[in-house]
């Protein structure tokens, strides 16, 4: 069973950068077409930026332009690089497969605010 653990958050002001990073481990993570969520404070948890095993890549209108999602399938790794941040980012940071989801991990906390 496939399992993941985000880490990079914490606080930042408007306009400011931060680069999340999403470990995953128990299976083979190249197989698996993946995805970064977030779960913004009274809100349900919503999917934000996709990647496929093939590296092809896609995001939701809101993040286009400012946010990255990339992978090192030799590190078991995927990256969300976050620019341009807005207090409306503020949210817990999940990643998780596509399809099929695992155990949610705890995911990272990120907040924007001056």
């Known amino acids: 069973q496939v399992q993941f653990v985000e880490s990079g958050g914490g606080l930042v002001q408007p306009g400011g950068s931060l680069r999340l990073s999403c470990a995953a481990s128990?299976?083979?993570?190249?197989?698996?077409?993946m995805g970064w969520y977030r779960q913004a404070p009274g809100k349900q948890r919503e999917l934000v930026a996709t990647?496929?095993?093939?590296?092809?890549?896609d995001y939701a209108d809101s993040l286009k332009g400012r946010f990255t999602i990339s992978r090192d399938n030799a590190k078991n790794t995927m990256y969300l690089q976050m620019n341009s941040l807005k207090p409306e980012d503020t949210a817990v940071y999940y990643c998780?497969?596509?399809?099929?989801?695992?155990?949610w991990g705890q995911g990272t906390q990120v907040t924007v605010s001056s």
């Open positions: 998780n497969k596509i399809y099929g989801v695992a155990h």
């Open positions: 128990g299976s083979i993570f190249s197989i698996y077409d």
């Open positions: 990647i496929d095993r093939g590296g092809i890549t």
